[in-house]
């Protein structure tokens, strides 16, 4: 069932619950300190083990309110905020400008209130323990406390990757374990009832290029200033690429003392570097390093280590102890946090899709859209048309996606999103099981992100790059500084959103709606860049180079011995991936699923607990 995290939570109904719970959470800890929040009946409301700097607490007359996460508001704010709560439906109100990324936790005269991130990144998962529901940031408390098995279907589902259709990506791989959806908190009531309360919104997408990129700008610069202090050192990425290099800027502008590393790449035509160099010419107070890729470790080193990769898979193997490697070069000179500019890509710029809207609202800008998008990605007319006429519901698109796992995806898809594939080394089994959790969807009538399907579309790619902020802080949480992604903030969103999705996004521009908000905060130089650049010689290199650890899961996989891939062809493909014809996505996913298989086997052995009862920080 793998390790307990070093910082988890639990949140407990206000009520009596079965004998036992306490010390079962309690041992769960192991040698780490056990904290306990009380609610104002003085039960237990919080428990788990974080530090300080993690949660912020506060309790006013018979309201408990707290905050996990990056999160704008102190204490004393905090406090000031839950005495204008009475009931459980003031909390979102009353914290509406809040900055960062962050759980909401609330107990208000003994209803109990907990929501993640709609990004993703921060989760919420519950379950049935003594004799109540209890919720949880992390899943894997939940299985080690009720002793759940994992999820054959669940698990399958995550060898489709990125393409996992919405919700079933979200599902804890446990049974018995429940994940609350991103954008739903949940409301435990003292008689034991426990109902989900939608707490997030989407904006209207109405706003011009201009009003939207003033939004966008306002509300990246409050999520890097809620992370970084006047004069701090503060590690960060600097790709080349338009996203790391506005947080860079920002942060310059906030006054931290920049570490900035720039990894280049082998391949003659990758441009990145001298981007890179470019930026750090003009940002004052920075170390610019920057690393050859032979200096560092190769991709998919460490395959043969037994970590903890959190509560679920991630193709993060890839670059996993690269990245550790340049954590440690930013740690080393003092470095507490690393800003990253990852999620940008899925956050300010809408999908493809968008064009079938916007044929129907303005069909003379949307035929010109289509083609410019036709053009930009050579697409059969016969395909796109087909596409953009397409009026099938979600759960007729989910119905066909259970019918096509094996067909490969190509191109943009201009309808409901990706279609769910599985690899060609995918077992009968798996691709049954996920037919039914797929078939199943469509039957319970599934409802998406969003009626448009390109809205739908955009809201699905912004939580996609949550789940993988959240599976990088996790890395930061073990390796250290601290990974931060302000894409992926909720505010940041919003404001993305905000925009009209044909000047968000264009076939004729890169990244327009980014481009206007850092106007005059990035040079003009970087701004109109319009490559980006990837890492295909390393992906090649790093396969060759830990060929023998491929060799290894080959002969021994948890996937094949699970009855989720066929022997032979995932042999073929861990011997031989250079003989792939595409397939780079799906067999990184498949080494990320095997590796967090192995990475369950680690045991965790409490030796010893300390206890600590939290004084609420404020009255």
């Known amino acids: 069932m793998g390790a307990t995290p070093a910082c988890w939570f639990v949140v407990l109904p206000d009520r009596d619950l079965l004998p036992g719970l306490l010390d079962r959470l309690r041992n769960l800890a192991g040698p780490a300190v056990f904290r306990i929040e009380p609610h104002a009946s003085g039960r237990p409301w919080l428990v788990g083990c974080w530090p300080d700097e993690e949660l912020a607490a506060c309790a006013v007359g018979d309201v408990r309110l707290a905050v996990a996460g990056t999160c704008s508001l102190k204490p004393a704010e905090l406090a000031a905020r839950a005495r204008r709560i009475s009931d459980i439906a003031h909390i979102e109100p009353v914290l509406s400008d809040a900055c960062g990324c962050f759980h909401v936790l609330a107990s208000?005269?003994?209803?109990?209130?907990?929501?993640?991130?709609?990004?993703?990144?921060?989760?919420?998962?519950?379950?049935?323990?003594?004799?109540?529901?209890?919720?949880?940031?992390?899943?894997?408390?939940?299985?080690?406390?009720?002793?759940?098995e994992l999820d054959t279907a669940q698990l399958a589902l995550r060898l489709t990757g990125d393409t996992v259709a919405h919700p079933l990506g979200w599902g804890a791989l446990w049974r018995g374990v429940q994940a609350v959806l991103p954008g739903t908190a949940m409301e435990l009531a003292p008689g034991g009832e426990a109902r989900s309360r939608r707490w997030w919104q989407p904006p209207a997408a109405e706003l011009p290029l201009d009003e939207a990129a003033v939004g966008l700008r306002k509300a990246l610069e409050q999520a890097v200033a809620v992370r970084v202090r006047p004069d701090e050192v503060v590690g960060a990425d600097l790709s080349g690429g338009m996203d790391s290099t506005s947080l860079c800027f920002?942060?310059?502008?906030?006054?931290?003392?920049?570490?900035?590393?720039?990894?280049?790449?082998?391949?003659p035509t990758n441009e990145d570097r001298r981007y890179a160099t470019r930026a750090?010419?003009?940002?004052?107070?920075?170390?610019?390093?920057?690393?050859?890729?032979?200096?560092?470790?190769?991709?998919f080193s460490g395959l043969d280590e037994r970590v903890d990769l959190g509560d679920e898979p991630s193709a993060i193997v890839r670059t996993r102890v690269e990245q550790r490697y340049l954590a440690e070069q930013m740690r080393a000179r003092g470095a507490r946090l690393r800003l990253s500019g990852f999620g940008g890509d899925q956050v300010i710029q809408s999908q493809p899709s968008y064009v079938h809207g916007l044929l129907r609202r303005s069909p003379a800008v949307g035929l010109r859209h289509a083609a410019g998008w036709r053009?930009?990605?050579?697409?059969?007319?016969?395909?796109?048309?087909?596409?953009?006429?397409?009026?099938?519901?979600?759960?007729?698109?989910?119905?066909?996606?259970?019918?096509?796992?094996?067909?490969?995806?190509?191109?943009?898809?201009?309808?409901?999103?990706?279609?769910?594939?599985?690899?060609?080394?995918?077992?009968?089994?798996?691709?049954?099981?996920?037919?039914?959790?797929?078939?199943?969807?469509?039957?319970?009538?599934?409802e998406p992100l969003h009626r448009e399907r390109g809205r739908h579309a955009w809201l699905a790619a912004a939580q996609r790059g949550g789940r993988l902020a959240g599976h990088l802080a996790h890395c930061g949480q073990l390796d250290g500084p601290a990974f931060q992604s302000p894409f992926c903030d909720d505010a940041v969103i919003a404001a993305a959103l905000a925009a009209r999705p044909h000047e968000a996004a264009s076939p004729w521009s890169y990244k327009p709606l980014l481009a206007a908000a850092m106007h005059g905060v990035v040079p003009e130089t970087i701004l109109r860049r319009t490559t980006k650049d990837h890492f295909g010689y390393e992906w090649q290199n790093g396969l060759r180079r830990n060929r023998h650890a491929l060799a290894a899961w080959a002969e021994d996989s948890?996937?094949?011995?699970?009855?989720?891939?066929?022997?032979?062809?995932?042999?073929?493909?861990?011997?031989?991936?250079?003989?792939?014809?595409?397939?780079?996505?799906?067999?990184?996913?498949?080494?990320?699923?095997?590796?967090?298989?192995?990475?369950?086997?680690?045991?965790h052995t409490p030796d010893g607990t300390r206890e600590m009862n939290s004084a609420p920080t404020a009255r």
């Open 375 to 446: 053009a930009r990605h050579r697409r059969p007319l016969w395909a796109i048309t087909r596409a953009l006429l397409d009026r099938g519901s979600y759960a007729a698109w989910l119905t066909e996606a259970a019918g096509s796992l094996r067909t490969p995806v190509t191109g943009d898809d201009l309808r409901w999103g990706l279609r769910p594939y599985l690899p060609p080394w995918a077992s009968e089994q798996t691709v049954q099981l996920c037919g039914e959790r797929l078939l199943g969807a469509a039957r319970d009538a599934t």
């Open 280 to 299: 750090a010419g003009h940002l004052p107070r920075t170390e610019h390093l920057v690393f050859d890729a032979a200096d560092v470790p190769a991709h």
């Open 108 to 148: 208000v005269a003994g209803h109990t209130y907990v929501r993640g991130s709609f990004s993703g990144q921060r989760r919420v998962y519950r379950a049935e323990a003594g004799g109540a529901t209890v919720c949880a940031d992390q899943a894997r408390v939940l299985a080690r406390l009720t002793a759940a």
């Open 250 to 267: 920002l942060a310059a502008r906030a006054g931290a003392r920049l570490v900035a590393v720039t990894l280049d790449a082998g391949a």
């Open 558 to 603: 948890r996937l094949v011995a699970a009855g989720l891939a066929d022997e032979d062809a995932l042999r073929r493909a861990l011997l031989s991936p250079q003989l792939l014809i595409g397939g780079t996505a799906e067999l990184e996913t498949t080494l990320g699923v095997e590796a967090w298989l192995r990475g369950l086997e680690q045991q």
